[in-house]
Protein backbone atom coordinates (compact mmCIF):
# COMPACT_ATOMS: atom_id res chain seq x y z
CA UNK A 1 0.00 0.00 0.00
CA UNK A 2 1.03 3.88 -1.02
CA UNK A 3 1.57 5.16 2.37
CA UNK A 4 1.04 8.92 3.01
CA UNK A 5 2.44 11.29 5.22
CA UNK A 6 1.54 14.66 6.26
CA UNK A 7 3.05 17.47 8.07
CA UNK A 8 2.86 19.49 10.11
CA UNK A 9 -0.53 17.65 12.10
CA UNK A 10 -1.18 20.70 13.70
CA UNK A 11 -1.27 24.28 12.33
CA UNK A 12 -2.25 27.19 14.23
CA UNK A 13 -2.68 30.06 11.64
CA UNK A 14 -4.29 33.58 12.33
CA UNK A 15 -7.07 35.00 10.09
CA UNK A 16 -5.58 36.88 6.93
CA UNK A 17 -2.12 34.85 7.06
CA UNK A 18 -1.36 31.87 4.60
CA UNK A 19 -1.01 28.45 5.32
CA UNK A 20 0.70 25.26 4.03
CA UNK A 21 0.36 21.97 4.48
CA UNK A 22 2.63 19.06 3.29
CA UNK A 23 2.08 15.62 1.83
CA UNK A 24 4.60 12.95 1.17
CA UNK A 25 4.02 9.69 -0.15
CA UNK A 26 6.07 6.58 -0.39
CA UNK A 27 5.59 6.17 -4.29
CA UNK A 28 5.54 8.61 -7.33
CA UNK A 29 1.79 9.68 -7.93
CA UNK A 30 2.99 10.51 -11.12
CA UNK A 31 0.87 8.63 -14.09
CA UNK A 32 2.17 7.48 -17.14
CA UNK A 33 -0.90 10.69 -18.67
CA UNK A 34 1.56 12.72 -16.70
CA UNK A 35 -1.06 13.46 -14.23
CA UNK A 36 -0.50 13.32 -10.29
CA UNK A 37 -3.65 11.22 -8.51
CA UNK A 38 -3.39 13.22 -5.07
CA UNK A 39 -6.63 14.50 -3.58
CA UNK A 40 -6.98 16.80 -0.88
CA UNK A 41 -10.20 17.47 1.99
CA UNK A 42 -11.27 19.22 4.30
CA UNK A 43 -13.29 17.83 6.99
CA UNK A 44 -15.01 20.75 8.90
CA UNK A 45 -16.09 20.17 12.46
CA UNK A 46 -18.90 17.97 12.46
CA UNK A 47 -19.48 16.98 8.64
CA UNK A 48 -18.31 14.51 6.15
CA UNK A 49 -15.40 15.40 4.01
CA UNK A 50 -15.29 17.41 0.96
CA UNK A 51 -13.11 17.33 -2.17
CA UNK A 52 -10.44 20.43 -2.60
CA UNK A 53 -8.25 19.28 -4.89
CA UNK A 54 -7.57 16.68 -7.35
CA UNK A 55 -5.08 15.19 -9.88
CA UNK A 56 -2.88 17.07 -7.08
CA UNK A 57 -3.76 21.06 -8.52
CA UNK A 58 -6.84 21.15 -10.06
CA UNK A 59 -9.95 23.08 -7.83
CA UNK A 60 -12.78 20.93 -7.37
CA UNK A 61 -15.92 23.14 -8.52
CA UNK A 62 -16.95 26.20 -5.85
CA UNK A 63 -13.88 25.87 -4.35
CA UNK A 64 -12.18 29.38 -3.28
CA UNK A 65 -9.41 29.99 -5.63
CA UNK A 66 -7.54 30.77 -1.81
CA UNK A 67 -6.74 27.48 -2.27
CA UNK A 68 -4.16 26.15 -4.13
CA UNK A 69 -2.14 22.52 -4.81
CA UNK A 70 0.86 21.79 -6.03
CA UNK A 71 3.70 19.48 -6.23
CA UNK A 72 4.36 16.13 -8.59
CA UNK A 73 5.78 12.43 -7.79
CA UNK A 74 6.08 12.11 -4.27
CA UNK A 75 5.88 15.79 -2.58
CA UNK A 76 2.86 17.92 -2.61
CA UNK A 77 2.26 20.83 -0.85
CA UNK A 78 -1.65 22.44 -0.29
CA UNK A 79 -1.55 26.40 0.46
CA UNK A 80 -3.91 28.99 1.41
CA UNK A 81 -3.32 32.29 0.54
CA UNK A 82 -5.25 34.01 3.29
CA UNK A 83 -6.75 31.73 5.80
CA UNK A 84 -10.43 32.41 6.84
CA UNK A 85 -12.65 31.42 9.99
CA UNK A 86 -14.07 29.05 7.68
CA UNK A 87 -11.18 26.95 6.57
CA UNK A 88 -10.91 25.53 10.43
CA UNK A 89 -11.10 21.61 10.12
CA UNK A 90 -8.78 18.88 9.38
CA UNK A 91 -7.11 18.40 5.76
CA UNK A 92 -6.02 14.84 4.24
CA UNK A 93 -4.26 14.23 1.34
CA UNK A 94 -5.09 11.38 -0.60
CA UNK A 95 -3.72 9.07 -3.44
CA UNK A 96 -5.79 8.15 -6.10
CA UNK A 97 -3.62 6.14 -8.12
CA UNK A 98 -3.58 2.51 -7.30
CA UNK A 99 -5.98 1.00 -4.66
CA UNK A 100 -6.60 0.78 -1.76
CA UNK A 101 -6.87 4.29 -1.61
CA UNK A 102 -4.74 5.35 1.30
CA UNK A 103 -5.27 8.87 3.01
CA UNK A 104 -2.51 11.11 5.33
CA UNK A 105 -3.27 11.31 8.82
CA UNK A 106 -4.31 14.67 8.92
CA UNK A 107 -3.62 17.95 9.57
CA UNK A 108 -5.29 20.16 11.94
CA UNK A 109 -6.08 24.05 11.03
CA UNK A 110 -6.81 25.95 13.51
CA UNK A 111 -7.34 30.00 14.09
CA UNK B 1 -28.31 18.10 -6.36
CA UNK B 2 -26.75 14.60 -5.73
CA UNK B 3 -27.47 13.65 -2.40
CA UNK B 4 -26.30 10.60 -0.12
CA UNK B 5 -28.27 9.42 2.07
CA UNK B 6 -27.65 6.59 4.79
CA UNK B 7 -29.07 4.00 7.04
CA UNK B 8 -27.76 1.02 9.50
CA UNK B 9 -27.81 -0.38 12.44
CA UNK B 10 -25.62 1.97 14.43
CA UNK B 11 -24.85 -0.59 17.58
CA UNK B 12 -23.58 -4.63 16.79
CA UNK B 13 -22.60 -7.45 19.14
CA UNK B 14 -18.56 -8.76 18.28
CA UNK B 15 -18.90 -11.46 15.42
CA UNK B 16 -21.97 -9.95 13.67
CA UNK B 17 -22.10 -8.55 10.30
CA UNK B 18 -22.18 -4.67 9.86
CA UNK B 19 -25.27 -3.79 6.83
CA UNK B 20 -25.40 -0.18 5.47
CA UNK B 21 -27.26 1.43 2.82
CA UNK B 22 -26.62 4.48 0.47
CA UNK B 23 -29.48 6.13 -1.50
CA UNK B 24 -28.49 8.05 -4.39
CA UNK B 25 -30.64 11.16 -4.72
CA UNK B 26 -30.64 13.68 -8.07
CA UNK B 27 -28.39 11.58 -10.02
CA UNK B 28 -27.96 8.09 -11.30
CA UNK B 29 -25.09 5.66 -10.33
CA UNK B 30 -24.45 5.03 -14.27
CA UNK B 31 -20.86 6.46 -14.83
CA UNK B 32 -19.48 6.65 -11.31
CA UNK B 33 -17.53 4.57 -8.71
CA UNK B 34 -19.15 4.62 -5.41
CA UNK B 35 -17.11 3.89 -2.22
CA UNK B 36 -17.38 3.57 1.36
CA UNK B 37 -14.89 4.73 3.33
CA UNK B 38 -14.73 4.59 7.61
CA UNK B 39 -13.17 7.03 9.59
CA UNK B 40 -12.44 6.12 13.39
CA UNK B 41 -10.21 7.95 16.21
CA UNK B 42 -7.20 5.18 16.16
CA UNK B 43 -6.94 4.86 12.50
CA UNK B 44 -8.06 7.82 10.55
CA UNK B 45 -9.60 7.71 7.41
CA UNK B 46 -9.74 4.09 5.65
CA UNK B 47 -10.92 3.42 2.57
CA UNK B 48 -12.88 0.14 2.32
CA UNK B 49 -14.14 -0.85 -1.32
CA UNK B 50 -15.40 1.00 -4.51
CA UNK B 51 -17.86 -0.30 -6.73
CA UNK B 52 -18.97 0.65 -10.41
CA UNK B 53 -22.49 0.70 -12.09
CA UNK B 54 -21.49 -2.70 -13.65
CA UNK B 55 -20.91 -4.31 -10.13
CA UNK B 56 -16.81 -4.69 -10.59
CA UNK B 57 -15.75 -4.64 -6.82
CA UNK B 58 -12.45 -3.68 -5.10
CA UNK B 59 -12.12 -4.19 -2.21
CA UNK B 60 -8.87 -3.41 0.77
CA UNK B 61 -6.96 -6.34 1.41
CA UNK B 62 -6.13 -4.99 4.91
CA UNK B 63 -10.36 -5.84 5.63
CA UNK B 64 -9.35 -9.95 4.92
CA UNK B 65 -12.37 -10.30 2.57
CA UNK B 66 -14.98 -9.10 5.18
CA UNK B 67 -16.46 -6.66 3.17
CA UNK B 68 -19.12 -6.84 0.40
CA UNK B 69 -20.26 -3.95 -1.50
CA UNK B 70 -23.19 -4.62 -3.88
CA UNK B 71 -25.75 -2.02 -6.18
CA UNK B 72 -29.14 -1.95 -6.98
CA UNK B 73 -29.59 -0.03 -9.57
CA UNK B 74 -33.56 -0.34 -9.31
CA UNK B 75 -33.54 1.31 -5.96
CA UNK B 76 -30.29 3.51 -6.98
CA UNK B 77 -28.53 2.14 -3.92
CA UNK B 78 -25.15 0.86 -2.56
CA UNK B 79 -24.97 -1.49 0.22
CA UNK B 80 -22.00 -2.51 2.52
CA UNK B 81 -21.59 -5.79 4.71
CA UNK B 82 -18.68 -6.52 6.78
CA UNK B 83 -18.77 -9.57 8.61
CA UNK B 84 -17.50 -11.17 11.88
CA UNK B 85 -16.96 -7.61 12.87
CA UNK B 86 -14.81 -6.40 15.94
CA UNK B 87 -14.49 -3.51 18.29
CA UNK B 88 -11.97 -2.54 15.79
CA UNK B 89 -14.46 -2.06 13.46
CA UNK B 90 -15.69 0.95 15.52
CA UNK B 91 -15.80 3.55 13.27
CA UNK B 92 -18.13 6.10 11.57
CA UNK B 93 -18.84 5.05 7.99
CA UNK B 94 -19.31 6.98 4.68
CA UNK B 95 -20.31 6.25 1.61
CA UNK B 96 -18.89 8.46 -1.46
CA UNK B 97 -18.87 9.14 -4.97
CA UNK B 98 -16.17 9.82 -6.85
CA UNK B 99 -15.80 10.39 -11.00
CA UNK B 100 -13.37 7.90 -12.76
CA UNK B 101 -11.07 9.06 -14.97
CA UNK B 102 -9.51 7.64 -18.51
CA UNK B 103 -6.72 6.25 -16.86
CA UNK B 104 -8.80 4.06 -14.94
CA UNK B 105 -8.58 6.13 -11.46
CA UNK B 106 -10.86 8.58 -9.93
CA UNK B 107 -10.88 12.38 -9.60
CA UNK B 108 -11.69 12.82 -6.28
CA UNK B 109 -15.22 12.11 -4.13
CA UNK B 110 -17.40 15.12 -4.82
CA UNK B 111 -20.37 13.72 -3.12
CA UNK B 112 -20.32 12.20 0.65
CA UNK B 113 -23.13 10.76 3.27
CA UNK B 114 -23.61 12.02 6.26
CA UNK B 115 -21.91 9.24 7.57
CA UNK B 116 -23.12 6.59 10.17
CA UNK B 117 -21.86 5.89 13.39
CA UNK B 118 -21.40 2.58 13.84
CA UNK B 119 -20.25 0.68 17.36
CA UNK B 120 -19.21 -2.38 18.15
CA UNK B 121 -19.69 -3.92 21.79
CA UNK B 122 -20.65 -6.63 23.49
Known amino acids: DIVMTQSPLSLPVPPGEPASISCRSS???????????LDWYLQKPGKSPQVLIY???TRAPGVPDRFSGSGSGTDFILKISRVEAEDIGIYFC?????????FGQGTKLEI | QVQLQQWGAGLLKPSETLSLTCAVS????????WSWIRQSPGKGLEWIGE???????NNNPSLKSRASISIDTSKNQLSLNLNSVTAADTAVYYC????????????????WGQGTLVTVSS
Open chain 2, 51 to 57: INYSGTT
Open chain 1, 27 to 37: QSLLHSNGHNY
Open chain 1, 94 to 102: MQALQTPRT
Open chain 2, 96 to 111: ARARPSSSGTTLGFDY
Open chain 1, 55 to 57: LGS
Open chain 2, 26 to 33: GGSLSGYY
